[in-house]
């Protein structure tokens, strides 16, 4: 039972491109979110998904986009990276609105 | 004024000593209410839940008065290792899009 799976866990891009980060849990729940933590702001919601096949947008989506084909995964896209999206960010999964179990985050510099 | 809102840090104490932390949360309809704890570049996790009534977890306590829409979190006994941030969440109820609004946290750190 590995959790909450988030790779890569180290990334660096030049402003411009693009790249998706993968979250997998095998807990089968149904909330799964994306999180991004930067000094003094504390974790703020990007996306978040309540099943498969649904999603909606959090307090800062602009930039990302995220889909939920599976209940498993739940992968963020940065559509043309920018610095202001360097940041870590966290994969959770929940068994509903309440408790969350985070991966071990990504660390992305956008140079 | 944002949603969750903790006391800002960083609380430097010794060893032995009893830490406390405030949180207080802007949305009456709340209905649940949880300490996590992120250590250094490494995921939050979940520290306690806070129920109406006050519960204990070892040298942990925590508080929830919710006519004042306040959250506490005492440490008791302060140990080296509980150095790191503590993090105020509380959730938004399903008929608000049910997500976890989380506090920008409140680092401690306990010296020899």
């Known amino acids: 039972n590995a959790g909450v799976t988030q790779t890569p866990k180290f990334q660096v891009l030049k402003t411009g491109q693009s790249m998706t980060l993968q979250c997998a849990q095998d807990m089968n729940h149904e909330y799964m979110s994306w999180y991004r933590q930067d000094p003094g702001m504390g974790l703020r919601l990007i996306h978040y998904s309540v099943g498969a096949g649904i999603t909606d947008q959090g307090e800062v989506p602009n930039g990302y986009n995220v889909s939920r084909s599976t209940t498993e995964d739940f992968p963020l896209r940065l559509l043309s990276a920018a610095p202001s999206q360097t940041s870590v960010y966290f994969c959770?999964?929940?068994?509903?609105?309440?408790?969350?179990?985070f991966g071990q985050g990504t660390r992305l510099t956008v140079v | 004024r944002k949603e969750v809102e903790q006391d800002p840090g960083p609380f430097n104490v010794p060893e032995g000593a009893t830490v406390a932390f405030n949180c207080t949360y802007s949305?009456?309809?709340?209905?649940?209410f949880f300490w996590y704890r992120q250590d250094c570049r490494k995921e939050p996790k979940l520290l306690m839940s806070v129920y109406s009534s006050g519960n204990e977890d070892g040298r942990f306590t925590a508080q929830l008065n919710r006519a004042s829409q306040y959250i506490s979190l005492l440490i008791r006994d302060s140990k080296l290792s509980d150095s790191a941030t503590y993090l105020c969440?509380?959730?938004?109820?399903?008929?608000?899009?049910?997500?976890?609004?989380f506090g920008q946290g409140t680092e401690l750190s306990v010296k020899p």
């Open positions: 959770a999964s929940s068994p509903g609105d309440r408790l969350a179990f």
């Open positions: 949305n009456s309809a709340s209905q649940s």
């Open positions: 969440v509380v959730n938004r109820p399903r008929n608000q899009g049910g997500k976890l609004i």
